[in-house]
T-cell receptor, first 114, second 112 residues
Framework: DVKVTQSSRYLVKRTGEKVFLECVQD?????MFWYRQDPGLGLRLIYF???????EKGDIPEGYSVSREKKERFSLILESASTNQTSMYLC?????????????FGPGTRLTVT | RKEVEQDPGPFNVPEGATVAFNCTYS??????FFWYRQDCRKEPKLLMS???SGNEDGRFTAQLNRASQYISLLIRDSKLSDSATYLC?????????????FGTGTKLQVIP
């Protein structure tokens, strides 16, 4: 079974702090994604990566950056956390064979910025 | 207009009922479609693909209507365990990449 893990289930940070969210997948998937999920807005794509050291902006990249130094790891960085970044963050991965639609999600990190 | 729209529900149905959800998409160039299921406080999981000819997986049937730009999910003989939020997902080529857009989900509550 594909396993996608995220570094924390719950995180509380203060405004202005730098925040790192880590995601690791164990199935050698090329594609990795970061989403945030908010009530009434659904899943929104922040960034994605189709290869090591490669990244592409999604629909809402402002205030975020990412890093993909190794194939299995995709990190989301909030350079200076703000209260409007309080959300559920979900990481996902997929293989080229399955395409970007057959995504396997991690359990999510619920981030609260105070 | 949103790229992908779903009725948020909730749909409250008794056990054994048949329930159907629709999902409309705005871009006629959309190429492929899926349904995901998300349980409360859990991550989304792939439920099934949606093929042009329609497809069935047990009690679940998915259909695509390209002319009217919607996909549907039919659940027969609803079980308590079907209670979840159902997300439709639409994929299209955009700038050389596959752009994936999730709907906001339709919540289903199956009542004993």
């Amino acid at each position: 079974d594909v396993k996608v893990t995220q570094s924390s289930r719950y995180l509380v940070k203060r405004t202005g702090e730098k925040v790192f969210l880590e995601c690791v997948q164990d199935m050698d998937h090329e594609n990795m994604f970061w989403y945030r999920q908010d009530p009434g807005l659904g899943l929104r794509l922040i960034y994605f990566s189709y290869d090591v050291k490669m990244k592409e902006k999604g629909d809402i990249p402002e205030g975020y950056s990412v890093s993909r130094e190794k194939k299995e790891r995709f990190s989301l960085i909030l350079e200076s956390a703000s209260t409007n970044q309080t959300s559920m963050y979900l990481c996902a991965s997929s293989s080229p064979a399955g395409g970007p639609l057959e995504q396997y999600f991690g359990p999510g990190t619920r981030l609260t910025v105070t | 207009r949103k790229e992908v729209e779903q009725d948020p529900g909730p749909f409250n149905v008794p056990e054994g009922a048949t329930v159907a959800f629709n999902c409309t998409y705005s871009n006629s160039a959309s190429q492929s479609f899926f349904w995901y299921r998300q349980d409360c406080r859990k991550e989304p999981k792939l439920l099934m693909s949606v093929y042009s000819s329609g497809n069935e997986d047990g009690r679940f049937t998915a259909q695509l209507n390209r002319a009217s730009q919607y996909i549907s999910l039919l659940i027969r003989d609803s079980k308590l365990s079907d209670s979840a939020t159902y997300l439709c997902v639409v994929n299209m080529n955009s700038g050389g990449y596959q752009k994936v857009t999730f709907g906001t989900g339709t919540k289903l509550q199956v009542i004993p």
